[in-house]
């Protein structure tokens, strides 16, 4: 019974031992796994800092990337008092926000691919000495050298839009101005396509005038008077088919880019709020197409027709 006793308390003992034995060996490691984990924690704060220092420092978002395909964006922004003051006028069509929209889903990459081979045929007679062209295919407007001529006037160009480049040109048009209804909250038949319409084609040449100056800050309303939805429709993906290009918002705080991207759809209101420019071009060809609405009927114009061969 005595030898027994004796043995539990030497196993006791012996357990105990053990126990302080892993206890310093516990502290040791925690000794040792401090400085580590103290040291990576740093690493990785020390990392978020100089990122947050840079992107506030160069104070740009990407609000689109290329690579992604969104369904839809969205930002909600304060409108501007002279957006306000002009829209309100006009019943059913001043917008329940003002704002920006992107999305990848609305157009097809068939119909993109149609618009960009329409453009492509039309821009293939023009083009300007710098680095942007326009083809408009309401008023015919076409950038050669320094000028623009007539595409529904002159002799080699005579019929060269058929019948479906006018088709998908509209499909593409009430596409887009049920989505401008549909999330701007207002109705599809208070909205009227307007004037100018254009492709535009744009690569790296030196600027010759003031019409291949893309780059500029500008407000579209200011710029394009009749414009209350501006929309424009990317026929090619940034950083593939071209380098710089992107679409950039002005904001107070930080700009915002859109990354171009075949089949993108980008909407937004025209006033003041939504200030922007586009980076020059410093490789390949940019294609996009701007389609505009406005909400006053005089500014209405046809959809564009085999009719302006006629005219
Ligand atoms: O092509 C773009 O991304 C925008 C062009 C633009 O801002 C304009 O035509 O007013
Ligand atoms: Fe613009």
């Given at each position: 019974m005595g030898d027994i006793k004796k043995r539990n308390k030497i196993n006791i003992k012996s357990e105990n031992v053990k126990k302080v034995d892993e206890k310093s060996a516990a502290k040791v490691s925690v000794n040792k796994g401090l400085p580590l984990r103290v040291l990576s924690r740093s690493v990785v704060i020390v990392s978020l800092l100089i990122v947050v220092y840079y992107s506030s420092k160069n104070n740009v978002q990407t609000f689109a990337k290329q690579a992604e395909l969104l369904p839809g964006k969205g930002q909600i922004i304060e409108c501007s008092s002279e957006y306000i003051k002009d829209i309100d006028k006009y019943e059913g069509c001043a917008p329940k926000y003002c704002k920006r929209f992107v999305t990848d889903k609305v157009i097809s990459v068939r119909e993109t691919e149609e618009l960009l081979k329409l453009a492509q045929k039309g821009l293939k007679y023009g083009g300007s000495f710098g680095g942007a062209s326009i083809l408009d295919l309401h008023s015919g407007a076409l950038s050669k050298g320094q000028h623009f001529v007539n595409v529904y006037k002159m002799d080699e160009m005579?019929?060269?839009?058929?019948q479906d480049d006018f088709n998908i040109f509209k499909v593409v048009k009430d596409k887009i101005k049920y989505t401008i209804a549909h999330h701007f909250g207002?109705?599809?038949?208070k909205l009227y396509l307007t004037h100018p319409t254009f492709f535009s084609e744009i690569t790296s040449k030196t600027a010759f005038t003031v019409h291949d100056e893309y780059w500029h800050p500008h407000v579209d309303k200011e710029t394009y008077k009749s414009f209350h939805y501006t929309t424009l429709l990317y026929l090619g993906d940034y950083n593939i088919d071209f380098r710089g290009g992107r679409f950039v918002f002005i904001d107070e705080k930080f700009n915002s880019t859109i990354e171009p991207r075949k089949g993108r759809l980008s909407m937004f209101t025209s006033g003041g709020e939504n200030f922007h420019y586009v980076e020059k071009v410093t490789s390949g060809v940019r294609y996009a197409i701007t389609i505009s609405f406005t909400c006053d009927k005089k500014f209405a114009i046809n959809d564009p027709s085999p009719d302006n061969y006629y005219n």
């Open positions: 005579k019929n060269i839009f058929t207002v109705q599809p038949d």
